[in-house]
């Protein structure tokens, strides 16, 4: 939505007449909104998924537990900034240092299930 409806909106405003321009102006606002709506419904969908992954990965015992965790902890963050968008929009601080730590901690999920599956994948020489 940001990359192409916002814009042409952006287009239509700086070409518009002087007398449509606050049309103009509405329309790429309610865009605005738009995009805030789906950017809110994504982070919450997207940390429910995280919490449901990491629960599922905690109970069936084929990760370690810390992964699971970790996974959990990133679908709270993701929950928060969900949250925090649908009331304060795109831009705020809070996001913007909850968003590091869902990076670092998604990043680190990620290093850490790459490296228990090599590990997994590593024949044992310890019986030879």
């Known amino acids: 939505m940001d990359g192409v409806t916002l814009k ?5 405003w700086a070409a518009a007449a002087e007398i449509e321009k606050p049309t103009r102006f509405a329309d790429a606002e309610t865009t605005r909104w738009i995009e805030w709506g789906v950017q809110s419904y994504f982070r ?28 959990a902890v ?7 900034i969900g949250v925090s968008i649908g009331y304060e929009g795109l ?11 869902l ?6 999920f990620g290093i850490g299930l790459l490296v228990v599956g090599r590990r ?8 030879a």
Do not use: C, K, Y
């Open 120 to 127: 997994a994948r590593e024949p044992d020489t310890s019986a």
């Open 8 to 12: 042409q909106n952006v287009d239509a």
């Open 91 to 101: 831009e705020s601080g809070f996001q913007d240092i909850v968003g590091i730590a």
């Open 44 to 71: 919450v969908l997207l940390g429910v998924a995280f919490v449901l992954v990491g629960a599922a990965a905690v109970v069936s015992r084929l990760l370690p537990n810390w992964l699971g965790v970790l996974l």
């Open 74 to 80: 990133g679908g709270m963050l993701s929950l928060a």
């Open 103 to 108: 990076q670092l901690v998604v990043l680190a």
